[in-house]
């Protein structure tokens, strides 16, 4: 018999109760899997979680399922596997399939229900490019009242492979399927970790933030009331195809991979190894282009369903859900789109064409009107003449005009004036001496409490600004003190108060409400009329 002295005994017996109140603290019981997460930094944290079943095999390219029962609990402190992008041609096993994971930030438990934020990343829809972030800073901006939610989804082939093919035997936008997935897994389980189903804010950057819009107007801007409010940095309205002009992809795509042949060619790529597909998913050229590749290849499709018309016509006609919406842009939100070797106008239209194929000629005579040969102050070391018209150009169409009008449709058809616009300015002296400007999603990191040096005075103000919106859907109810009453936006003549939106330039003591400038006010003009011409 084992004698083990009472002191010693003691210690084992407090050291095991500890132990096992401390994983009580962070189990969470989901009913198909048991979840036990770690506290880091006083923020309690679940990473890994399955919210999906794997898209494999005759999963891949159809809407996401329900995950199988596991009774094991599972240690959730690992982040789950990225999902491959596009393009590729060789496998990169730092990616997986079997991506469909989400990780929960959330305050100790203190028997209340806090706010919730979903993330939604950027990266074109044909990458992930936030795959860890954290929302350990935001929540203590919040005064540790908020849960913060972040996630994995199919992007590129994986994502959004369309076709008649598809259409008849799976699912067109899987991509945005899985993003819907996540908040229908949300308004059943967030409770378990403190968060308030009730009041969830929807949020992204760049193609998450155009995913934001895309549920704004999902299934004709149905309300299932799965979020309460949006916020979207930099939204992206890339080019949208309808089915039968996507079909390109995947006939270029069955042919590479040898299943052109096949009785059935959506059956043969569900068989071939992923390692087959991440071999051969190159971007094509643009039909209707000029011969090179666009940008990003890969986008959500007007499928009749999910998406069921273009994003500009949509809003036009009031089809989109009528919440508290912050949307905004950066100064320069193309150069790190168009390429540095731009030279001349032609080259310019190429560019331009290989990404929005439907610009006809009298739209890209009207573009070399309103974006000219620059002065030599804009042309920059190692750039072509119309890298910045050219940057400029694309910037607007794509991010700029798409934020303030969508900010704009709210007053102005929603009959609401709870959205609020931001322009982000806080330039880097490198940036400034590149021609790079104030880029694409250089907020997003003020916004999470990671900025850069340059940012770093101006950031607490926008990410009170942010915590503020999410815990109470307005922007100035918990700002910083001493900060500038954020105006909400309307449409209109601007000497009578409308296109008002909070600037933040690099000097902190200057924040503070502008009006959109007259030139971009009539550039914005030009792409709102021929925005759902051209597949916006």
């Not at 007053?411 to 616009?421: L, M, Q, V």
């Not at 940036?431 to 694409?440: C, I, K, L, Q």
């Not at 690099?506 to 550039?523: F, H, Q, S, Y």
Request: hydrophobic share 35%; aromatic share 10%; net charge negative.
């Amino acid at each position: 018999m084992l004698l083990i002295p009472l002191a010693v005994l003691g210690v084992l017996v407090f050291d095991l109760a500890h132990q096992s109140h401390a994983a009580d603290d962070h189990l969470v019981d989901l009913g198909y899997s048991k979840y036990n997460g770690v506290a880091r930094n006083g923020i309690n944290t679940w990473w890994g979680i399955r919210y999906a079943a794997p898209p494999l095999r005759d999963l891949r390219f159809k809407a996401p399922q329900d995950p199988s029962h596991n009774d094991a609990i599972q240690q959730a402190d690992t982040h789950g596997a990225v999902c491959h992008p596009s393009p590729s041609t060789s496998l990169n096993t730092g990616f997986n399939e079997d991506c469909l994971f989400l990780d929960v930030y959330a305050p100790a438990a203190d028997n209340k229900l806090h706010p919730v934020f979903i993330w939604l990343q950027g990266g074109g829809l044909n990458g992930l490019a936030d795959t860890r972030s954290d929302g350990t800073s935001l929540i203590n901006a919040a005064d540790k009242d908020m849960v913060v939610v972040t996630f994995n989804y199919r992007v590129g082939l994986y994502g959004f492979l369309a076709s008649r093919e598809v259409q008849a035997n799976g699912d067109s936008n899987a991509g945005l399927l899985d993003q819907r997935k996540l908040l229908h897994w949300v308004q059943k389980y967030i409770h378990l970790f403190g968060g308030d189903p009730s009041r969830v804010t929807l949020g992204g950057a760049s193609a998450g933030a155009g995913s934001v819009s895309l549920h704004l107007t999902a299934y004709g801007g149905r309300d299932d009331k799965l979020f309460h409010a949006v916020t979207a940095e930099s939204p992206s309205y890339g080019v949208q195809y309808t089915i039968a002009e996507a079909q390109y992809q995947y006939d270029a795509l069955v042919q590479r991979v040898d299943c052109d042949k096949a009785p059935d060619t959506l059956k043969c790529l569900r068989a071939l190894p992923v390692k087959i597909l991440a071999e051969n998913n190159p971007n094509l050229p643009t039909p209707g282009g000029t011969g090179g590749t666009p940008v990003f290849m890969w986008s959500n499709v007007v499928d009749g369903t999910f998406t069921q018309g273009f994003s500009y016509d949509l809003y036009a006609q009031g089809k989109f859900v009528k919440v508290p919406a912050i949307f905004g842009s950066t100064t320069n939100e193309g150069t790190g789109a168009a390429p540095r070797s731009l030279e001349n106008a032609g080259q310019m239209n190429s560019f331009l064409k290989n990404n929005f194929p439907k610009l006809t000629q009298a739209h890209l005579t009207k573009i070399d009107s309103l974006y000219p040969d620059p002065p030599n102050d804009l042309i920059f070391p190692g750039a072509g003449e119309y890298w910045r018209p050219a940057s400029n150009a694309y910037g607007n169409m794509r991010y700029n005009c798409p934020s303030l009008f969508m900010s704009g449709s709210f007053p102005r058809i929603g009959g609401s004036n709870a959205t609020w616009n931001y322009h982000w300015d806080v330039l880097r002296p490198g940036d400034a001496t590149s021609g790079d400007g104030v880029g694409h999603v250089a907020e997003q990191s003020s916004v999470w409490g990671t900025p850069g040096p340059t940012e770093k005075p101006i950031a607490p103000t926008i990410q009170a600004y942010w915590a503020s919106f999410i815990r109470t859907h307005n922007p100035n109810t918990l700002k910083l003190a001493g900060s500038p009453e954020w105006v909400e936006y309307m449409d209109g003549d601007p000497t009578r108060g409308a296109m008002q939106r909070m600037h933040f330039p690099n000097d902190v003591k200057k924040i503070g409400m502008e009006t959109v400038a007259p030139g971009l006010r009539e550039k914005c003009s030009f792409w709102l009329s021929v925005g759902s011409t051209i597949g916006q």
